[in-house]
């Protein structure tokens, strides 16, 4: 099967969202699709791809919450044979083995690739390199096409060196691996910040973000001490990022990541977030917070950053202080002639 243009991608990406939304509101997985692929009137070698799509999206298992506790463990998946017999009833082929649907390009099918939440996922996608890119060549990219000065560390190096960072007031633009897929960044394509400084919020959306002064980010916190920092049961779970819950108000404030009503959109990390997680767990130890302010990797009005290119450009256009790339540390301060920014750029997008 043909690679997908990007407007191809892009309308694959809004049928996906809208299969799963029929499916929230009670339709079955093939159901869904099919309605979809006929209102968007999609050729059949895209109606393969929504599908494959719509089952390996690991976001998907978090919308059973809508339809209750008693559909928790249910995962939903579509039949191929059943959607071509519901959409073309005179023939049915044989299903189709097609790549997943990314937001980036990458490997021609879903199973030579890792989980973006896997332990380590070095693989990079580059619009040069559609089959990915090592860590090291990312390094090679940005230091000889950018000329930046960058330095690639261990991964003990790299935890140690950010945590510090971040400990320091530091706020850090943190790429890594695949890009997510879903309405939020989750510990890949990341602006990350220590979420006990009120002034972190201030600098995030004035300075960084560019966007209103009074619009809240979100916590990430090592899943199993979630219940420590805000009131959530032991055990609980999200790691999408998707529901709103109380900061507790025993413990020390967290004014970067609570909302004037004291709720917060928070994501639990487990081992399943890889390098993201062990970050957490090296700034806990530095400070006793296992919380991180996390936000998108992009400034208001532009999508989150999907190359190392897009990456290191959104670094020079905006007040980020230190990008991780992967295991390559980009530090503003080490840079010659990039200055700090005082008003928003004009960015490629148009505002909301």
Not at 110 to 129: G, H, I, L, N
Not at 251 to 261: E, N, Q, S
Not at 314 to 328: A, E, I, S
Request: charged share 30%; glycine share 6%; aromatic share 8%.
């Amino acid at each position: 099967m043909e690679r997908m243009t990007a407007a191809e991608e892009a309308q694959l990406v809004r049928a996906v969202r809208e299969a799963a939304h029929h499916y929230i509101n009670g339709d079955s997985p093939e159901d869904a699709v099919v309605k979809v692929a006929r209102a968007r009137d999609l050729p059949r070698e895209h109606v393969a791809r929504v599908v494959e799509s719509f089952n390996v999206n690991t976001t998907l298992s978090h919308f059973q919450r809508a339809r209750g506790p008693d559909k928790a463990a249910e995962f939903p998946t579509a039949d191929l044979d059943k959607v071509y017999a519901k959409l073309y009833p005179e023939t049915v082929d044989p299903p189709v083995k097609t790549a997943a649907l990314s937001w980036a390009p990458g490997p021609e099918s879903y199973e030579e690739t890792q989980d973006f939440m896997s332990p380590e996922v070095p693989r990079f996608t580059d619009k040069r390199a559609s089959r990915g890119m090592s860590e090291a060549q990312a390094l090679e990219t940005i230091m000889d096409d950018y000329r930046a000065d960058a330095e690639e560390l261990s991964r003990e190096e790299l935890l140690e060196a950010t945590a510090e960072e971040i400990k320091n007031g530091n706020v850090i633009g943190w790429f890594q691996g695949r890009m997510e897929y879903g309405p939020r960044a989750l510990g890949n394509r990341s602006i990350v910040a220590d979420p006990r400084s009120q002034q972190h919020r201030d600098t995030l959306n004035l300075k960084i973000k560019f966007r209103e002064s009074f619009r809240p980010f979100a916590p990430s916190v090592l899943a199993e001490r979630a219940h420590e920092w805000f009131d959530v049961p032991i055990g609980y779970e999200d790691p999408y990022m998707l529901f709103v819950v109380n900061v507790r108000g025993d413990v020390t404030p967290l004014p970067a990541v609570t909302h004037i009503d004291g709720t917060a959109r928070v994501q639990t990390v487990d081992g399943r977030h890889g390098r993201y997680r062990l970050l957490l767990e090296a700034f806990a130890e530095r400070t006793g917070c296992p919380v991180l302010v996390n936000t998108s990797f992009n400034v208001r009005g532009e999508p989150i950053v999907c190359t190392p290119a897009d990456a290191y450009g959104c670094f020079l256009r905006t007040n980020l202080d230190v990008l991780v790339l992967g295991r390559c540390v980009v530090v503003r301060d080490e840079q010659v002639d990039v200055p700090r920014h005082t008003v928003a750029p004009t960015g490629q997008f148009p505002l909301d």
